[in-house]
């Protein structure tokens, strides 16, 4: 890495026996750059990246320039080009990317060179936390049978990611059962601070990174900036190639006061959540500040920021300050790094101090602590707060206005001696991962549980229980404490660590509960420490969902009801015959400090992250099939090599323009990523099902989409798949159809192919905001392996515009005031695009249109191919093909 330092910021810095060369915003603000000093932390940090990578074709001394100028705006519409330090994935959206790794391997083998030379290029962590379900519960031998389950329907993949492990440096892999990556990235990966030699130099840089989950906003706590991102962007990023993204807006979030006794960080969370989707920063940075932060612990901080995709942020950032120190000393982080992170933050006005001045915002909102009130929030989305003592009314009001229900049924439950009935709490789940980074919450569920078996209350013989926690630190804690038995006692034993019931992971009800809850079309409710409660996710049996801190979660399996006040109610009958109230077994804010400052060492941290990615004996006794390439398994439904390199050569082919292509689908606004992209379970009759069933796959082991993101061949029969797509070709028809090359409705997969196996190219036509939503790397790629070469819409949604032309297919704009509905387009056209041959980012790009009657209509379109560094990847057939021919020429 070579910075033009047109700012001349490059500096060393000394700590302890150690120098280090960083570039300094201090001595940028001195040559060129003033007033930088008083933007926001996390501006700093991509102000800073800039510095460090000006090279004058991605980042130029006018994208530094803009950073300046967004202090007199506040905002800008300008693109910029970033370099996160490192990637985090987790398994679900983490194996395609190892997919494309081992195919570039493959790839390079064949054209006669190194397989080595393929490996990430920055450092990526792979944590795997998405396969566990809670099947069993409630005994001791949960943990140990969810484990053996999760490696019996995931081996395939497991094997996979097992070899990726050892075949791949630059790569690691955190094994089944450690924890959620969110949880291990703050407790161990994350170094606030990050340093890297070269050229005889040891750097020192803030510590950023991209995670395929948007959750990844959780380290935000640690002063780590970083957010989550598709799969495609993450490989660029691997790959050391930049992403791009407009310099962002920033709020200020300033919190004062302290909160009160008996209130929790999830209340806080919820309030925070509230505020910040009213107040409208999707797309944006939030920075919290303000005396406030003060009283915060970091795990607050972590459980706030862990929530940014709730509240709709990039990112909910907080500056480092000496709670950074100390929680990076208590967490292991070795004490030269400590004292970077002091030094570098204090250097480059980065470490935060009660008596910092404010930094500058794009908007500011403000939030007293004290006002603060225990919260929950549901029934179906997490920015829905209800304080706790009104629960009871806001269940019963959305009884008949979300649920339609006015009646009170009572359903015998099969082989027991009660009934249900709306309202009942059938699942009560102590989760990943908004809470689980916090001691403080989860030794309070340890004490509400402890002070409630000590009454002689349990859980309803309805409520399914479960403890998930985040690593195995917090079971070491709570080990310590005691306050395992407690929670083993009213049936919160350990099911596993990973992502349980907040990514519907809650497993099956048992028989008889779920089959009173479909006899009488229930709206049976769920309480869970997690961060999401749409309607669906959690369970299919259960309709109402509610987030809520765990020692709430631990108080509402008791009471075993939403339909009573539960800061009022008795929630339960003590062993002596007394009613038992919420306030007999909530805890104090000293009892939990205690507990805390006793139980939660150093040493346990160090322990448990000694020899992470060992894993248990499962995990080491998986056999690796391959070496420096991997052994592609023909009959494997969950990982095949794709063939996006087949008949590749060192020298990229010559682009064509597209002739004679005709119109896979015409679609009107607001198709999202979510349309597009394979999602969620299929039936037998799709496409995808066929293909598994020929392979002798029952539907009842299809599996999900997500869970199948390794085969291209199930992804591709799931591109445009949605049940609820629209394709205007066929008026009135929902789902993924279109006319076939006989004009016969079709599937679009089996159309696609059909139109491949005559030669035809493909082109699609959409209307605005095309490709919004969540940046499924497989919208783009399943698009790709569909056969078609360009998508023509009246605007793109940023990102997934960039993952199209990764994918090596253009995006094309119509001219304002155009569409295909102004044109009278049906799909029976026949298309030309010309020019595409000597294309440039942003040209004009003619569009030949020949109608089913033979007349002719030419059209001027943008080209969205933005910058030099796109077009270089268009022209090499992808992002993939060009970083694989670099790599190989290197």
């Known amino acids: 890495m070579t910075s033009l330092n047109s700012f001349k910021s490059k500096s060393t810095l000394v700590v ?12 940028a603000e001195k040559n060129g750059l003033a007033g930088v000093s008083s933007l926001p932390h996390s501006m700093k940090v991509v102000l800073e990246n800039l510095l460090r990578f000006e090279d004058g ?48 391997r493959d ?41 053996e389950l999760e490696y019996e329907r995931n081996g395939e993949r497991y094997e996979f990611l097992r070899w990726g492990q050892s075949a791949f440096d630059n790569f690691r892999v955190v094994p089944p059962g450690t924890g959620i990556c969110h949880q291990v990235n703050l407790e161990y990966l994350a170094q606030t601070v990050w340093t890297k030699d070269e050229n005889g130099e040891t750097v020192a840089y803030p510590d ?24 495609i962007e993450a490989e660029a990023a691997m790959l050391g190639q930049p992403i791009t993204m407009l310099i962002p807006e920033v709020v200020g979030f300033k919190l004062t006061g302290k909160i009160n006794e008996g209130i929790t960080a999830t209340d806080l969370v919820l309030t925070v959540t509230e505020m910040l989707r009213k107040k409208g920063v999707v797309g944006k940075f939030v920075e919290f500040y303000g005396p406030g932060l003060d009283y915060l612990s970091l795990e607050d901080q972590a459980t706030i920021a862990n929530m940014a995709p709730e509240y709709g942020a990039t990112c909910g950032y907080f500056p480092v300050d000496s709670d950074t120190l100390q929680y990076l000393t208590t967490s292991g982080r070795d004490p030269q790094r400590v004292a970077l992170v002091e030094a570098y933050s204090r250097a480059q006005g980065m470490f935060r101090e009660t008596s910092s001045p404010d930094p500058v915002f794009t908007s500011t909102l403000e939030l007293d602590l004290t006002t603060v009130v225990p919260s929950i929030s549901g029934p179906k989305r997490p920015q829905d707060r209800i304080a706790l003592d009104n629960a009871k009314a806001a269940f019963a009001a959305a009884l008949p206005k979300e649920f339609g229900k006015t009646d009170e049924p009572k359903v015998q439950v099969d082989g027991a001696d009660y009934t249900l009935t709306h309202g009942d709490v059938v699942i009560a789940a102590i989760t990943s991962c908004t809470n689980t980074s ?20 349990d859980s309803k013989p309805w409520v399914k229980t479960s403890l998930a926690p985040g690593s195995q630190v917090v079971t070491d804690y709570l080990d310590s404490a005691g306050l395992s038995e407690d929670l083993d006692a009213i049936g919160f034993n350990l099911v596993g660590y990973g992502c349980t019931t907040c990514i519907g992971n809650s497993g099956p009800l048992p028989v008889e509960i779920s089959k009173a809850v479909q006899a009488g079309d229930l709206v049976a409710a769920s309480v869970l420490s997690g961060n999401r409660n749409f309607e669906g996710r959690v369970n299919p049996d259960v309709k109402a969902n509610f987030l809520a801190s765990p020692p709430l979660v631990v108080a509402y399996a008791i009471a075993g009801s939403m339909k009573i006040d539960i800061t009022k109610d008795p929630i339960g009958t003590s062993s002596d015959g007394k009613p038992v109230y919420l306030k007999d077994i909530w805890p104090t804010n000293q009892e939990v400090a205690e507990i805390v400052r006793q139980h939660v060492t150093k040493e346990m941290f160090q322990g448990r992250y000694s020899d992470v990615f060992k894993g248990d004996t499962n995990w080491q006794n998986i056999v690796i099939e391959g070496g420096e390439t991997y052994g592609w398994n023909a009959s494997s439904t969950y990982v095949q090599n794709p063939p996006y390199f087949e008949g590749m050569s060192m020298e990229p082919k010559p682009i064509t323009n597209v002739e004679k292509a005709k119109v896979l689908a015409l679609f009107l606004d607001s198709i999202t990523t979510d349309h597009i992209s394979p999602a969620g379970s299929f039936k037998a009759s799709t496409p995808a099902g066929k293909y598994l069933e020929e392979r002798q796959v029952a539907p009842r082991d299809f599996n999900s989409y997500g869970a199948r993101r390794g085969n291209h061949e199930v992804m591709m029969r799931g591109t445009f ?46 209307g605005k905001e095309y490709g919004t939503g969540s940046s499924r790397d497989w919208a783009a790629k399943g698009t790709n392996l569909l056969g078609v070469r360009a998508v023509i819409a009246q ?12 994918m090596g297919v253009i995006p094309l704009q119509f001219k304002d005031g155009e569409s295909w509905q ?8 026949t298309i030309d695009i010309e020019g595409v041959t000597e294309i440039a980012p942003r040209a004009q790009v003619t569009v030949k249109i020949t109608r089913a009657d033979g007349s002719v209509l030419n059209i001027e379109t943008l080209c969205r191919i933005d910058t030099a560094n796109e077009l270089d990847y268009y022209k090499h057939g992808g992002i993939l093909h060009y970083v694989l021919r670099s790599l190989v020429a290197a």
């Open 57 to 104: 074709r991605t980042v130029h001394k006018a994208d530094i320039l803009a950073v300046a100028e967004w202090l007199k705006t506040r905002t800008s519409e300008h693109e910029i080009s970033y370099r996160p330090a490192r990637v985090l994935m987790q398994d679900f959206t983490g194996v395609p990317a190892v997919v494309d790794l081992a195919a570039m």
């Open 438 to 457: 916090n001691p403080s919450v989860l030794v309070a569920a340890g004490l509400v549980a402890r002070k409630a078996r000590a009454l002689g209350l």
């Open 721 to 766: 798949a949605n049940i609820r797509i629209k394709n205007q070709m066929l008026p009135g028809v929902e789902g993924g159809y279109t006319k076939g090359p006989d004009g016969s409705q079709m599937a679009i997969y089996d159309a696609a192919m059909a139109y491949q196996a005559a030669g035809t190219p493909l082109v699609v036509f959409a």
């Open 822 to 829: 102004t044109l009278g387009l049906d799909g029976s056209e």
């Open 16 to 27: 302890g026996d150690k120098t280090y060369t960083y570039y300094s915003i201090t001595e």
């Open 208 to 231: 950023t990174l991209v995670g395929t989950d948007s959750h990844t906003t959780m380290v935000n706590g640690l002063a780590v900036l970083g957010w989550g991102v598709g799969g």
């Open 795 to 806: 605007s793109f949604e940023r990102i997934h515009r960039s993952n199209l032309v990764g």
């Open 107 to 147: 790839a390079t083998a064949k054209l006669g060179a190194d397989p080595q030379k393929i490996n990430p290029l920055v450092p990526v962590d792979l944590v795997i936390d998405h396969s566990v379900m809670v099947d069993n519960f409630g005994t001791p031998l949960a943990f140990g049978q969810n484990v």
